[in-house]
């Protein structure tokens, strides 16, 4: 069973930084794949904020976060990192990383959570005005 733990969450001011992190260690098919964090606030549906393909690299950030957060992984770990800058109150959600159900990928990552299989826990993110 593949598990995905997520941690760094926190409550901060408008404007300040948090540094998420993911264990991804027990997924199997971390090599040159996909994976990537998702956030749900209440009452609204999961979004995507940022992926990345551990093999080439390739990212893909919402436009609500564009310029603020940064998505990075150490492969040698297998851990995925979300550096939030500028933090905003409309950032406040539930924080999870997620992975598909591949062996690998070819091509863009997905960015919408249905191509996700693999779901940790969470992180709550909580900005304050």
């Known amino acids: 069973q593949v598990q995905l733990v997520e941690s760094g969450g926190g409550s901060v001011q408008a404007g300040g930084s948090l540094r998420l992190a993911c264990d991804a260690s027990g997924y199997t098919y971390y090599n040159y794949n996909c994976i990537g964090w998702f956030r749900q606030a209440p009452g609204k549906e999961r979004e995507g904020v940022a992926t990345?393909?551990?093999?080439?690299?390739?990212?893909y950030y919402a436009d609500s976060v564009k310029g603020r957060f940064t998505i990075s992984r150490d492969n040698a770990k297998k851990t995925l990192y979300l550096q939030m800058n500028s933090l905003k109150s409309e950032d406040t959600a539930m924080y999870h990383c997620?992975?598909?159900?591949?062996?690998?990928?070819?091509?863009?990552?997905?960015?919408?959570?249905?191509?996700?299989?693999?779901w940790g826990q969470g992180t709550q993110v909580t900005v304050s005005s």
């Open positions: 990345i393909h551990t093999g080439g690299g390739g990212t």
């Open positions: 997620a992975a598909p159900d591949s062996v690998a990928w070819n091509g863009p990552c997905p960015r919408t959570p249905v191509h996700y299989k693999f």
